[in-house]
């Protein structure tokens, strides 16, 4: 079976089983309470869902520390219930992705516990050991001021054990050859199940040489990658991998494969954090660099593209000045920031709730070469709790209405407390209110959402920038199969009148407004003068002169 790409022009949506709806009453959403929102998902238009961690875990880290990678959380539902939402997915045409976490487990896991009890257990080695503690142990912390090493001593095997995480989240030893395997052997088991690919979490951690003999610059194994990508086309012609890779540009290819033959899709971190500096400083210049940066890959790979996820918003590519500049926009305070690097709130609260903005960062993202990734809520501009430690005050439930505890649940102890104060509240932000409401943030994205599957150019064209005369608007023309898209952009709060000047085929172009009818005709010289409103943005089609007269026709 070929694959048919279908993730070139998809949109996917990122949601938690255990923050999005309770059926059962104990206060943790479950598989049952997301088949009840799949008609609710395919309105919006979601084309394909990713799951974060549902596997049985002790939940130390969200489901990312699993202790069982075949089965479902009791607390979720059964491997039954999982079954029945793929097919409700695929009876509703959109496909499942589910979080990969093979870098680690946790230390609960029997793997981790049978090597530890016994040296001479198989598993001894599928983790990374050393009978000293290694000089290096406070490098490469990725948890700074949480995190305090990353090799601990394991009472009972009595030798170091290594975590790129938590203490409770050993590393497996992914060069191993048996662990290789048996993450084959997950993947296999769960394409079996209906899914249609994984999200696989810290890519350049699990390909990377491990041990405490391993220099400042571990080696990475790329060709795991490939061996991956291999058993995927094999046993389901159309399954991906959508990896979770914070690398720099340069070393873009290297994932993908000059071929394609690795990864299928990797989200676009350079591109995320230069958008937000664009945002923060009304300059499209550093934007348009990391595009440009990364926009050689494979005819097959894809791009995602994202504004926020379930992590915080990592910084750490941006140079000092640029860092600061976001900071001081998006997350001044202390208590907004996380591990030294990055910003730990949703996007509604980081854009002051400004209508104009959100809708400027969404179109923004939809428009992007690449295919968007939403978060959960996001939709409906849903708030943060920075009461909550870390990461969590931007997980919590889903705010479907009015009723008590965001009609989450009819618990009165959620697994995450609800945001019930403030101008986020579920009393002012919940999705039954925007779905009565035409002028909702809600019903303004489901539109959108329906006209970027419209616009193919956008996932499968190539794009160039069209200069606007200012670092403030920014102008991209995506071309594929002979037709155009012109997409523009202006970051600041002020208004600004561009000029344009666009031909095809040497004859001037009409521009066709897609989301109003505000059109645009050239003067006789070619050029588009254009008016573009405080944080205003405009999809146009590129039309030639003779568009004009079938207008006038009609």
Not at 346 to 372: F, I, K
Not at 484 to 494: I, K, M, R, S, T
Not at 536 to 553: A, I, P
Request: proline residues 6%.
């Amino acid at each position: 079976m070929i694959n048919d790409l279908w993730y070139k022009n998809a949109v996917i949506y990122c949601v938690s089983v255990s923050t999005y709806l309770d059926t059962n009453g104990d206060g943790i959403g479950d598989f049952q309470g997301l088949m009840r929102r799949l008609d609710y998902l395919q309105g919006l238009g979601v084309t394909a869902l990713w799951l974060m961690p549902f596997q049985p875990s002790p939940g130390r880290d969200d489901g990312y520390d699993v202790a069982d990678y075949y089965g479902v959380d009791p607390r979720y539902g059964t491997l039954g219930d999982f079954v029945e939402f793929t097919h409700g997915c695929k009876q509703r045409g959109m496909r499942v992705l589910i979080d990969l976490v093979v870098n680690h487990t946790s230390d609960q896991h029997p793997w981790f516990q049978a090597a530890r009890s016994n040296p001479n257990s198989k598993y001894r080695d599928w983790y990374v050991w050393s009978k000293k503690k290694p000089k290096n142990a406070e490098k490469g912390i990725v948890f700074p001021g949480v995190q305090r090493s990353t090799w601990d001593k394991d009472a009972v095997a009595g030798e170091y054990y290594f975590h790129r995480f938590y203490e409770f989240q050993p590393d497996l030893n992914t060069a191993n050859p048996e662990v290789q395997a048996e993450i084959l052997k997950i993947m296999g088991f769960w394409l079996q199940l209906g899914v249609s690919g994984f999200r696989m979490d810290a890519v350049p951690f699990v390909i990377a040489s491990k041990g405490a003999d391993v220099g400042e610059k571990p080696v990475e194994q790329y060709d795991m990658l490939r061996e991956f990508s291999q058993f995927l086309t094999w046993r389901e012609g159309e399954a991906i991998i959508l990896a979770e890779a914070n690398v720099l540009p340069g070393t873009d290819m290297k994932y993908f494969g000059e071929a394609g033959e690795r990864l299928q899709m990797m989200f676009n971190f350079d591109v995320n954090q230069h958008l937000f500096y664009a945002l923060a400083s009304a300059d499209a210049g550093p934007l348009v660099e990391a595009m440009k940066d990364t926009k050689p890959r494979p005819a097959t790979a894809q791009w995602g593209q994202f504004l926020r996820n379930h992590d915080e918003l990592d910084l750490g590519r941006l140079e000092e000045k640029q860092r600061q500049a976001v900071f001081a926009a998006f997350g001044p305070q202390p208590e907004m920031q996380l591990y030294g690097r990055g910003i730990r709130r949703r996007l509604a609260p980081m854009l002051g709730g400004d209508r104009r903005r959100l809708e400027l960062a969404y179109s923004l993202m939809l428009t992007l070469p690449g295919t968007p990734v939403i978060r959960y809520g996001d939709e409906i501009g849903m708030g943060d709790d920075l009461r909550l430690p870390e990461r969590n005050c931007a997980r919590t439930p889903m705010q479907w209405s009015t009723e008590p505890n965001a009609g989450f649940t009819k618990s009165e102890h959620p697994i995450l407390p609800v945001i019930d104060h403030g101008p986020y509240g579920f009393e002012h932000v919940n999705a039954a209110d925007q779905r009565r409401d035409p002028n909702s943030l809600l019903n303004w994205m489901e539109r959108m959402i329906r006209m970027r599957k419209e616009v193919p150019e956008i996932g499968w064209g190539d794009f160039r920038f069209v200069s606007t005369g200012t670092k403030t608007v920014l102008a991209m023309e995506y071309e594929w199969r002979n037709n155009a898209v012109l997409c523009l952009h202006n970051l600041e709060g002020a208004p600004r009148e561009i000029r344009l000047t666009l031909k095809h085929d040497g004859e001037g172009c009409v521009l066709v407004n897609l989301l109003s009818g505000d059109h645009s005709e050239p003067n006789k010289k070619g050029r588009h003068t254009i008016l573009m409103e405080a944080y205003g943005y405009r999809w146009f089609r590129v039309c030639g002169l003779d568009y004009l007269l079938k207008r006038d026709e009609v």
